[in-house]
């Protein structure tokens, strides 16, 4: 049984770019959160997705978007890259109230 | 919203020893509190978790017990062994609209000295 997984591991990108990252839920699970952890910090959660649908959201920019497609897999998507951006991205997914979490992508904006 | 304050921030211990964790929250709503380890550079995991309808809970060497009243719980580790070093992060939950709505704390960097 697969757990949640990520890609990509790392991604450097220079301010003002965009960035997609994806991750791929525990099988049998159908929702997905996404959180931001900068170094020294708990996650801060960005928002989350059930039935394809973005359902709650932390205290974002609209910079940051998301999908979630059919096989309940998800994107993070984040515009106008800012050099504050730069943390570990990290998916967890659950059916219920446990959640599990990816391995991250790390991303360092130059 | 939920606000979850965690302390001590860090805390170095001898092998064999115990741990204690402690994290508030604010929301009388909240009714879920898992305990996340991180390593680093690794994704954060579940070790233990309590529902509001339980004060205690025990696996092993962790334990986790909630105080409802007072609105905060504690992450227990006895015997602590090199491998127990890593960030430990309480996070507090509660069900809003059909879905949960989970805060982290700030994490406690453990360290265990051999």
């Known amino acids: 049984d697969a757990g949640v997984t990520q890609s990509p591991t790392h991604l450097i990108k220079t301010r003002g770019q965009q960035v997609t990252l994806r991750c791929s839920p525990k099988?049998?699970?159908?929702?997905v959160s996404w959180y931001q952890q900068a170094l020294g910090q708990g996650p801060q959660f960005i928002f989350q997705y059930y039935e394809e649908e973005e359902r709650q959201r932390g205290n974002f920019p609209d910079r940051f978007s998301g999908h979630q497609f059919p096989n309940y897999s998800s994107e993070l998507n984040v515009n106008a890259l800012l050099l504050g951006d730069s943390a570990l991205y990290l998916c967890?997914?659950?059916?219920?109230?446990?959640?599990?979490f990816g391995p991250g992508t790390r991303l360092l904006v130059l | 919203g939920e606000n979850v304050e965690q302390h001590p921030s860090t805390l170095s211990v001898q092998e064999g020893d115990s741990a204690v964790i402690k994290c508030t929250y604010s929301?009388?709503?909240?009714?879920?509190f898992p305990w996340y380890k991180q390593e680093l550079g690794k994704r954060p995991q579940l070790i233990i978790d309590i529902r509001s309808n339980v004060g205690e809970k025990k696996d092993q060497r962790i334990a986790v017990t909630l105080n409802k009243t007072a609105k905060h719980f504690s992450l227990h580790i006895t015997e602590t062994q090199p491998e127990d070093s890593a960030v430990y992060f309480c996070a507090a939950s509660f069900e809003s609209g059909g879905y949960q709505k989970v805060t982290f704390g700030t994490g406690t960097k453990l360290q265990v000295i051999p």
């Open positions: 929301d009388s709503a909240s009714n879920y």
């Open positions: 099988s049998g699970h159908d929702t």
């Open positions: 967890a997914s659950s059916q219920g109230e446990t959640q599990y």
